[in-house]
């Protein structure tokens, strides 16, 4: 002290809600300096300095219990309503559908009765961290209860299975709360946005009252609009039939034949999935494919096709009756897995390539383009080829379509049947098939149905066509029978 001319010291202790918080330290050159009435100043001082840190750290707290669950962390029912709020104002809850999930816990009552309080609230911290993993914008509106937002699913059973899946992940493992294992359950409510409601606080009143009907008839999922209930469990029955068909192999090709347009002869195929149901017959894919995509089916459904059409290629092969190539359609969730081109090499094997062609839509390989050339250029070297499906309808420019591993261009129904509606419809189908060929590209025409279609194609020079005007779609024996008449398709006239 001498060292540093401090002769007098005055250490002031500032307490916060009973504990010492911190010091307030003064210090004079002159020995003596603190008087007993001095001393009374600075004790009062510490005090207003104490008082004001204390008023302070309320006042944070007051702010923070006014937005924030205090168990857990987790925003409360007034930030999540703001935040709601603000998601709809602004025009953020996607494209597809948008809906307000409501989610509590089975028979959290009975925790607190047995194992205590605090068991109760180690379960709550322990489901909230969960459901924060899962949903970053989860929040505690309840006792047990928690509420979160899904975005961007395009039907009501993808926005089913998204809620189950969250069940799954979140309540599916047993919690150890208190040296107990224990396995809780969960009921989810949902309200569906603008259909249920468009603001925040009708979308959370009526994902309540759904999730009150799923309590009282003992469901684990229910929407508020009864409709919707319906409509989710169609889809849901739907799938599992679809599952039984694929374990009872219930799924069927049949083809449809491409036909140069100068001889009419059959130069390829079209394979197209249907479903032999055992009691309904013959189901065409718009009644399953967005099912079989929705639940995650459609890869194993999409490899069954790829080995279907190249055994049916080997038998007409093997029986001498040529080697057209086959195409067949790719979902785009096909074509998202990350070991499609694998797949696809697996599948044709050392002599199905040249065999194969893989159908895929533009919108699709535009999805992530870099990555769709690179994957397509790969299963190009295998000698498989790459059509552009329904070519027109997207977004192509020139510059993408330059860089797209393709072979062929397929122009789309609406392009063919508009060449019918005056000059703008030809001169549409007359770029396309300029370009394609400019581009080294085939060029093929969907949905051909008259012979005035069939002509005017011809005078624009495109390379092949397929449609009712040739043929619906057969069964491989018909395919067959066809094969081996060598014969130019008789035009068929539609209806």
Same mark, same amino acid.
């Given at each position: 002290m001498i060292a540093t001319a401090t002769r007098s010291l005055a250490l002031l202790p500032l307490v916060v809600d009973g504990r010492v918080a911190g010091v307030l330290g003064l210090h004079s050159e002159a020995p003596g300096f603190f008087t007993s009435a001095e001393m009374k100043l600075l004790n009062e001082l510490a005090g207003?300095?104490?008082?004001?840190? =204390? @008023?302070?750290?309320?006042?944070?707290?007051?702010?923070?219990?006014a937005k924030y669950d205090a168990l857990t962390g987790l925003p409360n029912r007034r930030l999540f309503g703001e935040d709601l709020t603000q998601r709809l104002e602004d025009g953020k809850s996607g494209s597809g559908l948008f809906a307000v999930v409501l989610v509590d816990m089975e028979r959290f009552g009975r925790v607190n009765e047995t194992l205590?309080?605090?068991?109760?609230?180690?379960?709550?911290?322990?489901?909230?961290?969960?459901?924060?993993?899962?949903?970053?914008?989860?929040?505690?509106?309840?006792?047990?209860?928690?509420?979160?937002?899904?975005?961007d699913k395009h039907s009501v059973s993808e926005l089913a299975h998204a809620v189950d899946e969250v069940a799954a992940r979140c309540f599916g493992e047993p919690f150890v709360i208190a040296g107990e294992t224990l396995r809780m359950g969960c009921r989810a409510g949902i309200a569906v946005c603008?259909? =249920?409601?468009?603001?925040?606080?009708?979308?959370?009143?009526?994902?309540?009252?759904?999730?009150?009907?799923?309590?009282?008839?003992?469901? @684990?999922?229910?929407?508020?609009?009864?409709?919707?209930n319906?409509?989710?469990?169609?889809?849901?029955?739907?799938?599992?039939?679809?599952?039984?068909?694929?374990?009872?192999? %219930?799924?069927?090709?049949?083809?449809?034949?491409?036909?140069?347009?100068?001889?009419?002869?059959?130069?390829?195929l079209e394979a197209l999935i249907?479903?032999? @149901?055992? %009691?309904?017959?013959?189901?065409?894919p718009l009644r399953f494919i967005s099912v079989l995509e929705e639940a995650g089916l459609i890869g194993t459904v999409g490899r069954w096709a790829l080995r279907q059409a190249l055994a049916d290629h080997r038998r007409w092969r093997d029986a001498g009756l040529g080697s057209l190539r086959v195409a067949v359609n790719v979902s785009p969730l096909q074509l998202r897995e990350a070991d499609f081109a694998a797949q696809v090499r697996e599948v044709a094997g050392d002599d199905g390539g040249e065999a194969l062609e893989l159908e895929i839509t533009e919108n699709v390989i535009m999805e992530n383009m870099d990555r769709n050339v690179a994957m397509l250029k790969d299963i190009r070297s295998r000698g498989?080829?790459?059509?552009?499906?329904?070519?027109?309808?997207?977004?192509?420019?020139?510059?993408?379509?330059?860089?797209?591993?393709?072979?062929?261009?397929?122009?789309d129904r609406a392009f063919?049947?508009?060449?019918? %509606?005056?000059?703008?419809?030809?001169?549409?189908?007359?770029?396309?098939?300029?370009?394609?060929?400019?581009?080294?590209?085939?060029?093929?025409?969907?949905?051909? %149905?008259t012979e005035e279609q069939s002509h005017k194609l011809s005078l624009l020079s495109c390379d092949e066509a397929q449609g009712y005007l040739f043929s619906r779609p057969v069964t491989a024996d018909e395919i067959e029978a066809m094969l081996r008449s060598g014969e130019p398709l008789p035009l068929r006239v539609t209806a």
């Amino acid at each position: 002290m001498i060292a540093t001319a401090t002769r007098s010291l005055a250490l002031l202790p500032l307490v916060v809600d009973g504990r010492v918080a911190g010091v307030l330290g003064l210090h004079s050159e002159a020995p003596g300096f603190f008087t007993s009435a001095e001393m009374k100043l600075l004790n009062e001082l510490a005090g207003d300095i104490s008082f004001a840190l =204390d @008023h302070l750290s309320k006042a944070d707290r007051i702010l923070y219990l006014a937005k924030y669950d205090a168990l857990t962390g987790l925003p409360n029912r007034r930030l999540f309503g703001e935040d709601l709020t603000q998601r709809l104002e602004d025009g953020k809850s996607g494209s597809g559908l948008f809906a307000v999930v409501l989610v509590d816990m089975e028979r959290f009552g009975r925790v607190n009765e047995t194992l205590g309080r605090a068991a109760g609230d180690e379960l709550l911290r322990e489901a909230a961290a969960r459901l924060q993993k899962l949903h970053p914008t989860v929040a505690r509106i309840g006792v047990d209860l928690f509420a979160f937002p899904v975005a961007d699913k395009h039907s009501v059973s993808e926005l089913a299975h998204a809620v189950d899946e969250v069940a799954a992940r979140c309540f599916g493992e047993p919690f150890v709360i208190a040296g107990e294992t224990l396995r809780m359950g969960c009921r989810a409510g949902i309200a569906v946005c603008p259909s =249920d409601g468009r603001d925040a606080e009708t979308l959370l009143r009526n994902a309540e009252a759904a999730l009150r009907r799923a309590k009282t008839a003992a469901q @684990h999922c229910v929407f508020y609009a009864p409709e919707m209930n319906a409509r989710v469990a169609e889809a849901l029955a739907l799938e599992s039939r679809l599952r039984h068909a694929i374990e009872r192999q %219930e799924f069927v090709l049949h083809y449809q034949p491409k036909v140069s347009l100068p001889d009419g002869r059959i130069c390829g195929l079209e394979a197209l999935i249907r479903w032999q @149901h055992p %009691e309904h017959g013959l189901v065409p894919p718009l009644r399953f494919i967005s099912v079989l995509e929705e639940a995650g089916l459609i890869g194993t459904v999409g490899r069954w096709a790829l080995r279907q059409a190249l055994a049916d290629h080997r038998r007409w092969r093997d029986a001498g009756l040529g080697s057209l190539r086959v195409a067949v359609n790719v979902s785009p969730l096909q074509l998202r897995e990350a070991d499609f081109a694998a797949q696809v090499r697996e599948v044709a094997g050392d002599d199905g390539g040249e065999a194969l062609e893989l159908e895929i839509t533009e919108n699709v390989i535009m999805e992530n383009m870099d990555r769709n050339v690179a994957m397509l250029k790969d299963i190009r070297s295998r000698g498989v080829t790459v059509a552009i499906d329904d070519f027109g309808t997207g977004y192509s420019s020139l510059a993408y379509i330059a860089k797209l591993p393709a072979t062929s261009l397929k122009i789309d129904r609406a392009f063919v049947t508009g060449m019918s %509606e005056g000059p703008h419809g030809m001169v549409m189908v007359s770029s396309i098939i300029a370009l394609a060929h400019a581009l080294k590209l085939k060029v093929v025409a969907e949905g051909v %149905e008259t012979e005035e279609q069939s002509h005017k194609l011809s005078l624009l020079s495109c390379d092949e066509a397929q449609g009712y005007l040739f043929s619906r779609p057969v069964t491989a024996d018909e395919i067959e029978a066809m094969l081996r008449s060598g014969e130019p398709l008789p035009l068929r006239v539609t209806a």
